[in-house]
């Protein structure tokens, strides 16, 4: 299950938006979110997550794979426009 986590909610404010394909591209999260998502890994890597930063983790990787399908697809529409 995904967990309501700082990036979820970016994610969401920013598709709210209905972005352009060029936006979406260019989509980086905030720096808090990729502070806390390395916070993360650093714990996962010294063998110290709790459950709760396990779910945590599991949310931005989840998140992270939507948005590189999504980044995806609005490159191929770009190229689609271009030609």
Known sequence: MLLK???ATEI??????H???EQIV???PSSEV??????LI??????SLTEEERKELE???VIEYLMELVKLEAQRQL????S
Not at 42 to 47: H, K, N
């Open 5 to 7: 986590t700082q990036a």
């Open 12 to 17: 969401a404010q920013f598709l709210a938006n």
């Open 19 to 21: 972005p352009t394909a």
């Open 26 to 28: 260019a989509f980086h």
């Open 34 to 39: 990729a502070e806390r998502a390395y916070e």
């Open 42 to 47: 650093q714990t996962e890597r010294d063998g």
């Open 59 to 61: 949310s931005y990787v």
């Open 79 to 82: 190229r689609q426009q271009a």
